[in-house]
Protein backbone atom coordinates (compact mmCIF):
# COMPACT_ATOMS: atom_id res chain seq x y z
CA UNK A 1 0.00 0.00 0.00
CA UNK A 2 2.93 2.91 0.88
CA UNK A 3 4.18 2.36 -2.71
CA UNK A 4 0.94 2.23 -4.52
CA UNK A 5 0.62 5.80 -2.45
CA UNK A 6 4.03 6.91 -3.59
CA UNK A 7 2.64 6.35 -6.93
CA UNK A 8 -0.43 8.03 -6.53
CA UNK A 9 1.36 11.39 -5.27
CA UNK A 10 3.61 10.72 -8.42
CA UNK A 11 0.67 10.91 -10.91
CA UNK A 12 -0.99 14.03 -8.85
CA UNK A 13 2.21 15.79 -9.15
CA UNK A 14 2.36 15.31 -12.80
CA UNK A 15 -1.60 16.34 -12.97
CA UNK A 16 -0.32 19.21 -11.93
CA UNK A 17 2.48 19.37 -13.90
CA UNK A 18 0.17 20.53 -17.16
CA UNK A 19 -0.63 23.47 -15.31
CA UNK A 20 2.80 24.35 -14.31
CA UNK A 21 4.41 23.69 -18.11
CA UNK A 22 1.75 25.60 -19.68
CA UNK A 23 2.62 28.72 -16.86
CA UNK A 24 6.55 28.03 -17.58
CA UNK A 25 6.04 28.21 -21.23
CA UNK A 26 4.41 31.63 -20.90
CA UNK A 27 7.75 33.10 -20.13
CA UNK A 28 9.97 30.43 -21.75
CA UNK A 29 10.59 28.49 -25.47
CA UNK A 30 10.10 24.29 -24.90
CA UNK A 31 13.80 23.54 -24.46
CA UNK A 32 14.88 26.36 -22.11
CA UNK A 33 11.98 24.79 -20.03
CA UNK A 34 12.43 21.40 -20.27
CA UNK A 35 16.71 21.51 -19.81
CA UNK A 36 15.94 23.71 -16.72
CA UNK A 37 13.42 21.34 -15.48
CA UNK A 38 15.48 17.91 -15.83
CA UNK A 39 18.84 20.27 -14.72
CA UNK A 40 17.21 20.76 -11.25
CA UNK A 41 15.63 16.98 -11.68
CA UNK A 42 19.45 15.27 -12.36
CA UNK A 43 20.73 18.04 -8.78
CA UNK A 44 18.08 16.25 -7.17
CA UNK A 45 18.01 13.08 -7.41
CA UNK A 46 22.48 12.44 -7.66
CA UNK A 47 21.92 14.31 -4.21
CA UNK A 48 19.73 11.38 -3.22
CA UNK A 49 21.86 9.07 -4.76
CA UNK A 50 24.96 10.34 -2.58
CA UNK A 51 22.70 10.90 0.49
CA UNK A 52 22.25 7.16 -0.08
CA UNK A 53 26.07 6.19 -0.47
CA UNK A 54 25.26 4.68 -3.62
CA UNK A 55 27.09 4.43 -7.17
CA UNK A 56 26.31 7.57 -9.16
CA UNK A 57 26.58 5.84 -12.55
CA UNK A 58 25.16 2.43 -13.24
CA UNK A 59 27.22 -0.51 -14.39
CA UNK A 60 28.47 0.35 -17.92
CA UNK A 61 26.79 -2.40 -19.76
CA UNK A 62 23.22 -0.58 -18.70
CA UNK A 63 24.48 2.76 -20.24
CA UNK A 64 23.11 1.88 -24.15
CA UNK A 65 19.45 0.95 -22.56
CA UNK A 66 19.84 4.08 -20.21
CA UNK A 67 20.33 6.30 -23.42
CA UNK A 68 17.47 4.48 -24.75
CA UNK A 69 15.46 5.59 -21.75
CA UNK A 70 16.76 9.27 -21.93
CA UNK A 71 16.01 9.83 -25.31
CA UNK A 72 12.81 8.48 -25.22
CA UNK A 73 11.28 8.99 -21.91
CA UNK A 74 13.25 12.50 -21.21
CA UNK A 75 14.26 14.17 -23.89
CA UNK A 76 11.05 12.97 -26.79
CA UNK A 77 8.30 12.53 -24.22
CA UNK A 78 8.62 16.18 -22.80
CA UNK A 79 9.47 17.82 -26.00
CA UNK A 80 6.34 16.59 -27.71
CA UNK A 81 4.30 17.54 -24.65
CA UNK A 82 6.02 20.76 -24.54
CA UNK A 83 4.93 21.66 -27.70
CA UNK A 84 1.62 20.05 -27.77
CA UNK A 85 0.76 22.14 -24.70
CA UNK A 86 1.69 25.55 -26.35
CA UNK A 87 -1.52 24.84 -28.64
CA UNK A 88 -3.72 22.89 -26.38
CA UNK A 89 -5.21 23.84 -22.74
CA UNK A 90 -4.02 21.94 -20.08
CA UNK A 91 -7.25 21.04 -19.34
CA UNK A 92 -7.26 18.71 -22.65
CA UNK A 93 -4.43 17.61 -21.87
CA UNK A 94 -5.38 16.31 -18.51
CA UNK A 95 -8.57 14.31 -20.48
CA UNK A 96 -6.06 12.42 -23.26
CA UNK A 97 -3.58 11.58 -20.89
CA UNK A 98 -5.77 9.66 -19.68
CA UNK A 99 -5.41 7.49 -22.54
CA UNK A 100 -2.17 5.89 -21.59
CA UNK A 101 -3.25 2.54 -19.92
CA UNK A 102 -5.45 2.25 -23.25
CA UNK A 103 -2.37 2.40 -25.43
CA UNK A 104 -1.11 -0.30 -22.80
CA UNK A 105 -3.33 -2.46 -23.25
CA UNK A 106 -3.09 -2.51 -27.15
CA UNK A 107 0.86 -2.65 -26.77
CA UNK A 108 -0.12 -6.10 -24.72
CA UNK A 109 -2.33 -7.55 -26.93
CA UNK A 110 0.06 -7.44 -29.59
CA UNK A 111 3.60 -7.89 -28.23
CA UNK A 112 2.63 -10.34 -25.58
CA UNK A 113 -0.58 -11.75 -27.86
CA UNK A 114 -2.95 -10.99 -24.61
CA UNK A 115 -6.56 -11.63 -26.16
CA UNK A 116 -8.71 -8.30 -25.80
CA UNK A 117 -11.86 -9.78 -25.25
CA UNK A 118 -14.94 -8.00 -25.33
CA UNK A 119 -14.41 -5.81 -22.49
CA UNK A 120 -11.71 -4.51 -23.04
CA UNK A 121 -12.50 -4.38 -26.53
CA UNK A 122 -15.52 -2.34 -25.28
CA UNK A 123 -13.07 -0.13 -23.49
CA UNK A 124 -10.73 0.55 -26.23
CA UNK A 125 -13.74 2.29 -28.09
CA UNK A 126 -15.29 4.25 -25.64
CA UNK A 127 -11.65 5.84 -24.45
CA UNK A 128 -11.09 6.84 -28.22
CA UNK A 129 -14.48 8.04 -28.79
CA UNK A 130 -13.89 9.99 -25.70
CA UNK A 131 -10.89 11.33 -27.03
CA UNK A 132 -11.96 12.19 -30.74
CA UNK A 133 -14.91 14.39 -28.63
CA UNK A 134 -12.65 16.26 -26.49
CA UNK A 135 -9.70 16.91 -29.95
CA UNK A 136 -12.94 18.23 -31.66
CA UNK A 137 -14.97 19.74 -29.00
CA UNK A 138 -18.01 17.75 -29.85
CA UNK A 139 -18.12 18.96 -33.34
CA UNK A 140 -16.76 16.00 -35.46
CA UNK A 141 -16.03 17.06 -39.26
CA UNK A 142 -13.18 17.54 -41.51
CA UNK A 143 -12.65 20.87 -40.61
CA UNK A 144 -12.61 20.57 -36.83
CA UNK A 145 -10.48 17.67 -37.29
CA UNK A 146 -7.91 19.62 -39.58
CA UNK A 147 -4.46 21.06 -38.29
CA UNK A 148 -3.60 23.72 -37.10
CA UNK A 149 -6.30 23.75 -34.83
CA UNK A 150 -5.84 20.13 -33.63
CA UNK A 151 -2.13 19.98 -33.84
CA UNK A 152 -1.81 20.69 -30.10
CA UNK A 153 -4.45 17.92 -29.10
CA UNK A 154 -2.68 15.17 -31.31
CA UNK A 155 1.05 15.76 -29.90
CA UNK A 156 -0.16 15.05 -26.57
CA UNK A 157 -1.75 12.26 -28.16
CA UNK A 158 1.05 10.71 -29.37
CA UNK A 159 2.88 11.61 -26.01
CA UNK A 160 0.32 9.80 -24.38
CA UNK A 161 1.19 6.85 -26.84
CA UNK A 162 5.18 7.07 -26.68
CA UNK A 163 4.47 7.18 -22.65
CA UNK A 164 3.18 4.16 -22.81
CA UNK A 165 6.40 2.64 -24.77
CA UNK A 166 8.75 3.90 -22.16
CA UNK A 167 7.09 2.48 -19.12
CA UNK A 168 7.38 -1.29 -21.11
CA UNK A 169 11.08 -0.67 -22.26
CA UNK A 170 11.67 0.58 -18.57
CA UNK A 171 10.49 -2.16 -16.29
CA UNK A 172 13.28 -5.07 -16.64
CA UNK A 173 15.84 -2.00 -16.44
CA UNK A 174 14.66 -0.78 -13.49
CA UNK A 175 14.39 -4.15 -11.89
CA UNK A 176 18.34 -5.03 -12.93
CA UNK A 177 19.47 -1.05 -11.71
CA UNK A 178 16.79 -0.16 -9.04
CA UNK A 179 14.39 3.08 -9.53
CA UNK A 180 16.90 5.68 -8.37
CA UNK A 181 19.76 4.55 -10.57
CA UNK A 182 18.08 4.37 -13.57
CA UNK A 183 15.76 7.39 -13.13
CA UNK A 184 18.85 9.31 -12.67
CA UNK A 185 21.02 7.68 -15.22
CA UNK A 186 18.02 8.04 -17.89
CA UNK A 187 17.25 11.68 -16.66
CA UNK A 188 21.29 12.28 -17.15
CA UNK A 189 21.30 11.11 -20.80
CA UNK A 190 17.86 12.85 -21.64
CA UNK A 191 19.40 16.18 -20.83
CA UNK A 192 22.87 15.60 -22.35
CA UNK A 193 20.76 14.92 -25.86
CA UNK A 194 18.65 18.06 -25.16
CA UNK A 195 21.76 20.20 -24.07
CA UNK A 196 23.02 21.24 -27.87
CA UNK A 197 19.93 22.71 -28.99
CA UNK A 198 19.68 24.55 -25.45
CA UNK A 199 22.99 26.30 -26.14
CA UNK A 200 22.28 26.34 -29.43
CA UNK A 201 19.29 28.46 -29.20
CA UNK A 202 21.02 30.60 -25.76
CA UNK A 203 18.18 29.76 -23.78
CA UNK A 204 19.77 31.09 -20.84
CA UNK A 205 18.79 34.81 -22.00
CA UNK A 206 15.16 33.75 -20.91
CA UNK A 207 15.96 32.94 -17.43
CA UNK A 208 16.92 36.67 -16.41
CA UNK A 209 13.38 37.78 -17.62
CA UNK A 210 11.39 35.13 -16.02
CA UNK A 211 8.85 36.26 -13.26
CA UNK A 212 8.44 34.74 -9.92
CA UNK A 213 5.69 32.70 -11.22
CA UNK A 214 7.35 31.63 -14.42
CA UNK A 215 10.28 30.65 -11.51
CA UNK A 216 8.21 28.79 -8.86
CA UNK A 217 6.16 26.82 -11.87
CA UNK A 218 9.89 25.65 -13.33
CA UNK A 219 11.51 25.21 -10.04
CA UNK A 220 7.71 22.89 -8.79
CA UNK A 221 8.71 21.23 -12.31
CA UNK A 222 11.95 20.22 -11.98
CA UNK A 223 11.82 19.01 -8.09
CA UNK A 224 8.48 17.94 -7.73
CA UNK A 225 7.63 16.38 -11.26
CA UNK A 226 11.24 15.49 -12.57
CA UNK A 227 12.52 14.39 -9.18
CA UNK A 228 10.04 13.06 -6.52
CA UNK A 229 7.57 12.20 -9.29
CA UNK A 230 9.84 9.43 -10.96
CA UNK A 231 11.32 8.32 -7.97
CA UNK A 232 8.07 7.67 -6.84
CA UNK A 233 6.99 5.96 -10.08
CA UNK A 234 9.85 3.86 -11.00
CA UNK A 235 9.57 2.66 -7.23
CA UNK A 236 6.37 1.66 -7.55
CA UNK A 237 6.84 0.06 -11.01
CA UNK A 238 9.76 -1.73 -9.73
CA UNK A 239 7.95 -3.33 -6.80
CA UNK A 240 3.97 -3.87 -8.05
CA UNK A 241 2.77 -5.05 -11.27
CA UNK A 242 2.93 -2.17 -13.81
CA UNK A 243 -0.67 -2.96 -14.95
CA UNK A 244 -1.77 -2.51 -11.09
CA UNK A 245 0.01 1.26 -11.16
CA UNK A 246 -0.42 2.52 -14.60
CA UNK A 247 -4.39 2.09 -12.92
CA UNK A 248 -3.40 5.42 -10.90
CA UNK A 249 -3.20 7.22 -13.80
CA UNK A 250 -6.80 7.52 -14.90
CA UNK A 251 -7.00 9.82 -11.40
CA UNK A 252 -4.42 12.30 -13.22
CA UNK A 253 -7.01 14.43 -15.97
CA UNK A 254 -8.98 14.71 -12.49
CA UNK A 255 -6.35 16.43 -10.97
CA UNK A 256 -5.22 18.29 -13.97
CA UNK A 257 -8.71 19.39 -14.66
CA UNK A 258 -9.10 20.95 -10.84
CA UNK A 259 -5.48 22.73 -11.19
CA UNK A 260 -6.18 24.34 -14.60
CA UNK A 261 -9.46 25.78 -13.27
CA UNK A 262 -8.05 27.09 -10.24
CA UNK A 263 -5.10 27.93 -11.58
CA UNK A 264 -4.72 29.01 -15.04
CA UNK A 265 -8.75 29.83 -14.91
CA UNK A 266 -9.38 28.08 -18.21
CA UNK A 267 -12.55 27.45 -19.38
CA UNK A 268 -14.23 23.87 -19.55
CA UNK A 269 -16.52 22.81 -22.24
CA UNK A 270 -19.32 20.43 -22.22
CA UNK A 271 -18.12 18.19 -24.84
CA UNK A 272 -14.20 18.30 -22.92
CA UNK A 273 -15.71 17.02 -19.74
CA UNK A 274 -17.90 14.29 -21.64
CA UNK A 275 -15.16 12.97 -23.84
CA UNK A 276 -13.12 12.71 -20.73
CA UNK A 277 -15.52 11.45 -18.74
CA UNK A 278 -15.86 8.46 -21.57
CA UNK A 279 -12.05 8.14 -21.65
CA UNK A 280 -12.02 7.56 -18.23
CA UNK A 281 -14.88 4.74 -18.70
CA UNK A 282 -12.62 3.12 -21.41
CA UNK A 283 -9.99 2.96 -19.02
CA UNK A 284 -11.84 1.77 -16.67
CA UNK A 285 -13.04 -1.01 -18.58
CA UNK A 286 -9.97 -1.96 -19.86
CA UNK A 287 -8.77 -2.34 -16.40
CA UNK A 288 -11.54 -4.85 -15.42
CA UNK A 289 -10.01 -7.24 -17.49
CA UNK A 290 -9.56 -11.24 -15.56
CA UNK A 291 -6.61 -10.52 -13.23
CA UNK A 292 -4.40 -13.34 -15.75
CA UNK A 293 -4.85 -11.28 -18.27
CA UNK A 294 -3.97 -8.17 -16.35
CA UNK A 295 -0.96 -9.24 -14.95
CA UNK A 296 0.44 -9.60 -18.10
CA UNK A 297 0.47 -5.74 -18.80
CA UNK A 298 3.93 -4.10 -18.70
CA UNK A 299 2.67 -0.50 -19.07
Same mark, same amino acid.
Request: glycine share 10%.
Given at each position: ?? @???????????????????? =??????????????? /??????????? $???????? *?????????????????? =??? @????? !?? #???? @?????????????????? *???? /??????????????????????????? &?????????????????????????????????????????? *???????? #???????????????????????????????? /?????????? !???????????????????? !??????? #?????????????????? &?????????? $???????????????
Amino acid at each position: MP @TLFGALIAVVLWGISFVATK =AALRELQPVTLIAVR /FAIGNLLLFAM $LAARRMPL *LPPRREWPVMALLGFDGI =ALH @TVIQA !YG #LRET @TAVRTGWLIGLSPIWSAI *LAAI /FLRERLGWIKSLGLGIGFAGAVIVVTR &GAISGQTLALPGTRGDLLILASTFNWAIYTVISREPVRRVGS *LPAMAAAM #LCGWLMLSPWFLATQGWHELSEMSPTGWGATL /FLGIGCSGIA !YLLWFGAIERVDASRVSALL !YIEPLVT #LASAVVLLHEPVLMSTIV &GGLLVLAGVA $LVQRAPRGQRERIRS
